[in-house]
């Protein structure tokens, strides 16, 4: 059975720093687009960033150069650095992960992980 397991969340002063892991059992991420997405109370669902199986990334422009998506196939994991955190990234943060690709469509996901909170306080 795959499971998406994240972790890494926390509390964090604004301007802080975060790194999340997505950590996968029962799926080999390297032929797997993974993508980060992340819900605010009362929002909906939104892209944050992604990376194809080739490695190749997107990001939502919210997080352009204040995040970063890596990973490491042979951990099965993928990451997501989060610098300058601003209390507008406070948010319920899951990873999805679908074959090959990424993208900025929950829908096109096959796989999620449970969420892990991130807080950021001013």
């Known amino acids: 059975q795959v499971q998406l397991v994240e972790s890494g969340g926390g509390l964090v002063q604004a301007g802080g720093s975060l790194r999340l892991s997505c950590a996968a059992s029962?799926?080999?991420?390297?032929?797997?687009?993974v993508g980060w997405f992340r819900q605010a109370p009362g929002k909906e669902r939104e892209f944050v960033t992604g990376?194809?199986?080739?490695?190749?990334?997107t990001y939502a422009d919210a997080v352009k150069g204040r995040f970063t998506i890596s990973r490491d196939n042979a951990k099965n994991t993928v990451y997501l650095q989060m610098n300058s955190l601003k209390t507008e990234d406070t948010a319920v943060y899951y990873c999805a992960a679908r074959k090959y690709y990424s993208g900025s469509n929950p829908t096109d996901y096959n796989y999620w992980g449970q969420g892990t909170q991130v807080t950021v306080s001013s």
């Open positions: 029962a799926l080999t991420f390297s032929s797997y687009g």
């Open positions: 990376t194809n199986w080739s490695g190749a990334r």
